[in-house]
T-cell receptor, first 113, second 113 residues
Framework: KNQVEQSPQSLIILEGKNCTLQ??????????LRWYKQDTGRGPVSLTI?????NTKSNGRYTATLDADTKQSSLHITASQLSDSASYIC????????????FGTGTRLTVIP | NAGVTQTPKFQVLKTGQSMTLQCAQD?????MYWYRQDPGMGLRLIYY???????DKGEVPNGYNVSRLNKREFSLRLESAAPSQTSVYFC????????????FGSGTRLTVV
């Protein structure tokens, strides 16, 4: 069964600190993995997208890693800011199938002053 | 600004009432999607339209109908709303191909009482 699991469910950190969010998946055959940021009351916004051959990708203070062998990804946030408070969703795409996007339930990050 | 526009942002319905959620994109994308987001669950695909003139069921299509009015617009209709359809609904669009990113609208929060 194709699944995407994220941990932790929620996280509270102090402004300026770093944090790492985890994503494990069982989606096969794998096409790509995306991380989205979803602010409260808004739609998800893409942060990174990685294919099978990529093992790291950065977008400003966000760095995503992918280990396709162990089917794990992480999103590292450096020097957190209050505006980083949001839900972060891991989405894995399969190669085949019309309905080929599998969504994690997200990690709710709260950055406090 | 380019993107996906959804209307309305909020709606309260009584059980049995009908309504249509509107979605329009101005990025000339071929594919459009309707998702619902419920607490503790990942986004689930309701219906999608791979291209103008085609629509297909997703993971949770029961109780919904869709219309791809033209390349820009993709509407979602609830013929007889039920409390189980209380959710946040997101429209998204993308270019054809699993490697392309999805652009999401800001969502419609629907409550059925």
């Amino acid at each position: 069964k194709n699944q995407v699991e994220q941990s932790p469910q929620s996280l509270i950190i102090l402004e300026g600190k770093n944090c790492t969010l985890q994503c494990n998946y069982t989606v096969s055959p794998f096409s790509n993995l995306r991380w989205y940021k979803q602010d409260t009351g808004r739609g998800p916004v893409s942060l990174t997208i990685m294919t099978f051959s990529e093992n790291t990708k950065s977008n400003g203070r966000y760095t995503a890693t992918l280990d396709a062998d162990t089917k794990q990804s992480s999103l590292h946030i450096t020097a957190s800011q209050l505006s980083d408070s949001a839900s972060y969703i891991c989405v894995v795409s399969a190669v085949t199938g019309a309905n080929n996007l599998f969504f994690g339930t997200g990690t709710r990050l709260t950055v406090i002053p | 600004n380019a993107g996906v526009t959804q209307t309305p942002k909020f709606q309260v319905l009584k059980t049995g009432q009908s309504m249509t959620l509107q979605c329009a994109q101005d990025m000339n994308h071929n594919s459009m999607y309707w998702y619902r987001q419920d607490p503790g669950m990942g986004l689930r695909l309701i219906y999608y339209s791979a291209s103008e003139g085609t629509t297909d069921k997703g993971e949770v299509p029961n109780g919904y109908n869709v219309s791809r009015l033209n390349k820009r617009e993709f509407s979602l209709r609830l013929e007889s709303a039920a409390p189980s359809q209380t959710s946040v609904y997101f429209c998204a669009s993308s270019e054809v191909g699993p490697a392309n990113g999805y652009t999401f609208g800001s969502g419609t929060r629907l409550t059925v009482v």
